[in-house]
């Protein structure tokens, strides 16, 4: 079976070697290994080769095995991070819902067809604050649908730049999203306004998410918009009326155009709030961007909201794109 994570075909060969592949990673090839059979050379290829032989140079393979072995080591540990970091502290799923639906996503994946996930945004898209990629949110979350639904070719595009506010990302919503003619959109944003600029930028921010969504819309795609979170850098005296005028404006817009809306700002205030979590348990040095459980655990209550909904679908129940979906307790 192939999968797929940010529009690269990937062959499931083991762990190690399917994280180094979904990471850009190269791995070293021997210099005397070729992957297929060579064709028979002509008898001008010969001449050539038989007067300017090519010679691996010495030590070449040895030191391809020992990048590999270190390259599957550090691999293998992140593996083992991944799975453990639930461990260490739960995931709560308390104030974990979406509201709204996913109609058009939920039946290609209760139909087992293909689909293609955009995820768009800025740093926490990136996975800024991440000990690897593998624990950033996209990925995490293709990994947890994948598994859940198998029979489906999950593309899960990861089109986030560190730093960017709505009015940019607007400038490369066509490249980045409406080319990829995606079944689904995730679109984070708002925090790069909050904590850069004034009041009257949150209340332009309006006007500008509904020109994307228009654009969204038209595709046919599903749309989530994912607020602001909930750390030292939104929650300050400058920032925090800011923060609480945008989650309040994101929510009231998702409402109005009937698209989903997954509430990470009252999901981490919960974190905080009622686990009694210390932000630096969730949150890196900078005091903005999450860290590996902070991003781990955002991903999976994400995906077990759109995983409700598909179950909502095969069990025949039509979802208003209104309705409240909460995350099983």
């Known amino acids: 079976m192939m999968v797929k994570f940010a529009g690269t075909i990937r062959w499931q060969c083991g762990a190690a070697a399917l994280l180094a592949l979904s990471l850009g990673t190269v791995w070293p090839r021997p210099a005397t290994a070729q992957t297929q059979a ?59 819902y979406m509201e709204g639906s996913l109609p058009g996503i939920a039946k290609k994946l209760a139909a087992g067809q293909p689909v293609t996930i955009v995820a768009f945004g800025s740093s926490s898209t990136v996975g800024f604050g991440t000990t690897s990629p593998i624990f950033s949110y996209p990925y995490r979350l293709a990994d947890q649908l994948r598994r859940k639904y198998p029979k489906s070719d999950i593309t899960v595009l990861n089109r986030g730049i560190g730093g960017e506010d709505t009015v940019q990302m607007l400038k490369r919503i066509k490249v980045a999203v409406l080319d ?46 994912i607020d602001p ?70 991903a999976q209550l994400l995906g077990d909201t759109i995983i409700d909904t598909v179950s909502r679908v095969q069990a025949g129940i039509e979802i208003p794109p209104d309705v409240l979906l909460y995350r099983p307790m």
């Open 38 to 96: 060579p064709a028979a050379p002509s008898a001008a290829s010969s001449t050539v080769a038989a007067t300017t032989p090519q010679q691996p140079a010495a030590g070449v393979t040895e030191q391809a095995k020992d990048k590999l072995g270190a390259a599957a080591g550090k691999l293998d540990d992140a593996v083992k991070r991944a799975a453990d970091i639930f461990n260490r502290v739960p995931c709560s799923s308390k104030n974990a």
């Open 180 to 225: 990829a003619k995606p079944d689904l959109v995730i679109w984070q944003l708002g925090t790069n306004t909050v904590i850069k600029e004034d009041d009257a930028a949150v209340a332009r921010t309006e006007a500008l998410v509904n020109e994307g969504i228009d654009k969204l819309k038209a595709t046919g795609a599903d749309v989530v918009l």
């Open 229 to 298: 979170q909930f750390v030292p850098a939104t929650t300050s005296k400058d920032a925090e009326e800011k923060s609480n005028k945008m989650v309040s404006l994101l929510t009231r817009i998702a409402q109005a155009r009937q698209i989903a809306h997954f509430p990470r700002f009252s999901v981490m205030r919960g974190w905080h709030d009622d686990q009694k979590l210390p932000f630096d348990s969730f949150v890196i040095h900078d005091g903005l961007h999450m860290n590996d459980w902070g991003y781990a655990c955002f």
